[in-house]
């Protein structure tokens, strides 16, 4: 089981996406967008900037935690989560990563520990931060864009673009989700979750 009921250990869960306002309904900005919703659900407020983040502190489902969004920009989103880890002394256990994944539907949601970035560069930039990739992370499907002649720039419009309705309305179903599978990583640990949430 990777999370104990230890009211003294801290967990550091870290939603990814772009700063600035014009970025905030972007399909990069899931993570933000969970972090976001589990703070107000659990009257959390993000309002402190430190070590390039910006972060609050309370509890979810009793336990202690840091709530977490990468100022940096995406791709650079180890800089900040490396010195978050450090300054709260938050072993690899205890470090919940949440960020959008093209590979799944939209609103389909992963939970897995270590392996792969599957080529999301956040998840790349942590892990080459903290030297491995031994963290937990609940990756929110977005989908893929038709390509049709550009691939790679494609991409890059698609996930910097901005929520459909349609989307909209699957997120909205979505994200309180992911909230649920937060608390269930804390409470019941990642296999329970797994089996649950994927």
């Known amino acids: 089981m990777f999370f104990w009921k230890k009211k003294r250990d801290v967990t550091l869960i870290v939603g990814l996406g772009n700063p600035r306002d014009k970025h905030a309904r972007n399909r990069h900005n ?12 659990n009257d959390i407020r993000l309002n402190k900037s430190q070590g390039q983040a910006l972060i609050g502190s309370g509890e979810v489902a009793g336990l202690q935690v840091i709530l977490a969004q990468p100022q940096t920009f995406v791709n650079r989103s180890g800089l900040a989560v490396s010195w978050l880890v450090r300054k709260y002394q938050v072993t690899r256990d ?10 799944l539907p939209s609103g389909r949601i992963r939970v897995r520990h270590a392996g792969s970035s599957a080529g999301h560069r956040g998840v790349m930039s942590i892990a080459d931060s903290l030297g ?3 963290f937990t992370r609940i990756r929110v499907g977005i989908g893929r864009p038709a390509v049709t002649v550009d691939k790679d720039a494609e991409v890059v419009d698609y996930v910097l673009g901005d929520l459909t309705p349609e989307e909209e309305k699957i997120f ?27």
Do not use: W, Y
């Not at 205890?94 to 590979?103: A, E, K, N």
């Not at 989700?177 to 994927?198: C, H, P, W, Y």
């Open 94 to 103: 205890r470090l919940i990563v949440i960020h959008d994944d093209l590979d």
């Open 132 to 134: 491995g990739s031994n």
């Open 30 to 41: 899931i993570g933000f967008m969970c972090v976001e919703h589990l703070a107000r659900s």
């Open 172 to 198: 909205e179903e979505v994200i309180p989700r992911v909230s649920d599978a937060v608390q269930s990583l804390l409470t019941e640990g990642l296999d329970t979750t797994m089996k649950r949430f994927n």
